[in-house]
C-alpha cells in the first residue's frame, strides 16, 4: 500500500536525468523521522507515481550554503550525482540561497557551481581510484574497461556501434561482476567521435536500468579517454538524450585536476505529495 505524505517537490531535470527535489534546508521535515530511502522508493517509480531517477535532499549546512543528499530509486543512498547537483545548484540559485558562486555538501566533498540562465557549471570533486586496461570476464567474452571514481565508481568501455549495443544487459553483469562487489560499480560504455567529442550510454546502479544522462559518467568517460590519449578537453559528451554535457579538466601526467560539468537544467513543476 502507497505510503501518505504531505510534503512539497520540485521535478528538476538535466540533460534528461530527472530528479525530485526535497526542500529540508529550514529543518522542518526532522521531527517527522521521515525516512528518505522508503520516500525513494514510493516516489521514483516511473508510471505508478511521480518517477524520477532519484530523491534530491537538500539540507542546511555548516560549511556551505547548502546539502545535498542523493538517494536512489532503489533506496539506497549515495555520495555523489553529477546532474543531481546540478539540479540541485540551480534550485539553490533560484531561492537565492547564494551568489553567483553556490558551495554545497555532498559526501564526495564541497563543491561549487555557477548558474547562467539555465546553464550550470559545477567543479567536481578530483577523481580517484584510476585503473586502466582492465580485463574483465563477462560470460564467454573479454572486455578491456578502465575504472575511476568520479565521486561514485564507474567502469567505461571505450568501443564502436554504440547506438545498437545492448547496455542494458551488458551494463547488468558489469555492474553485479565480483570484481565490483560488493558496492558494485555504474558502466559507461563510450563512442569517440572526435578529438573532443564523444557519445555515451550509461548503465546505472541503484536505478538498475539505462538512463538518459549520467554527470558522474559523462566525467568518468571523458577524463578516461583524455588519459589515453584519445580526446584534449574541454570534451563535448554527447548523451542518450540526445544533449551534450561539457566536461573541463587539467591533465599533467596521469593526475587529473580542476574537473567542471557543464549543461542544461531546469526546474520543471512543483508538487504537492
Known amino acids: 500500500m502507497k505510503r501518505k505524505y504531505s510534503l512539497c517537490f520540485t521535478k528538476a531535470v538535466a540533460s534528461g536525468n530527472d530528479f525530485i527535489i526535497i526542500d529540508n534546508k529550514a529543518g522542518e521535515l526532522n521531527a517527522r523521522?521521515?525516512?528518505?530511502?522508503?520516500l525513494a522508493l514510493d516516489l521514483c517509480r516511473e508510471h505508478l507515481s511521480v518517477g524520477a531517477d532519484g530523491l534530491l535532499v537538500l539540507e542546511d549546512s555548516t560549511d556551505a550554503d547548502f546539502k545535498m543528499r542523493v538517494?536512489?530509486?532503489?533506496?539506497?543512498?549515495?555520495?555523489?550525482c553529477g546532474n543531481g547537483a546540478r539540479c540541485s545548484a540551480l534550485?539553490?540559485?533560484?531561492?537565492?540561497?547564494?551568489?553567483?558562486?553556490?558551495s554545497f555538501q555532498t559526501g564526495a566533498g564541497i563543491l561549487r557551481a555557477g548558474v547562467?540562465?539555465?546553464?550550470v557549471k559545477i567543479r567536481m570533486s578530483d577523481p580517484r581510484d584510476i585503473k586502466t586496461g582492465i580485463k574483465l570476464g563477462i560470460g564467454s567474452s573479454i572486455m578491456n574497461v578502465?575504472?575511476?571514481?568520479?565521486?561514485?565508481?564507474?567502469?567505461?568501455?571505450i568501443m564502436e556501434g554504440l547506438e545498437g549495443y545492448p547496455v542494458r544487459e551488458t551494463g547488468r553483469k558489469i555492474r553485479?561482476?565480483?570484481?565490483?562487489?560488493?558496492?558494485?560499480?555504474?558502466?559507461?560504455f563510450v563512442e569517440i567521435v572526435d578529438e573532443n567529442s564523444a557519445s555515451i550510454r550509461t548503465y546505472e546502479r541503484g536505478v538498475e536500468d539505462e538512463t538518459l544522462a549520467c554527470g558522474t559518467g559523462t566525467v568518468a568517460s571523458a577524463i578516461i579517454l583524455g588519459l589515453l590519449g584519445y580526446v584534449s578537453p574541454p570534451v563535448n559528451m554527447r548523451t542518450k538524450s540526445g544533449e551534450q554535457l561539457k566536461v573541463y579538466y587539467k591533465k599533467s601526467g596521469g593526475k587529473i585536476t580542476d574537473v567542471y560539468l557543464e549543461g542544461t537544467a531546469s526546474l520543471v513543476y512543483e508538487g504537492r505529495m
Open 33 to 38: 523521522d521521515l525516512d528518505y530511502s522508503a
Open 71 to 80: 538517494f536512489n530509486p532503489d533506496g539506497s543512498e549515495v555520495t555523489m
Open 91 to 102: 534550485y539553490a540559485a533560484v531561492n537565492g540561497w547564494g551568489g553567483e558562486d553556490l
Open 116 to 119: 547562467n540562465e539555465g546553464r
Open 146 to 157: 578502465n575504472y575511476i571514481n568520479t565521486g561514485v565508481p564507474h567502469v567505461v568501455h
Open 176 to 188: 553485479e561482476h565480483t570484481l565490483f562487489a560488493p558496492e558494485g560499480t555504474n558502466a559507461d
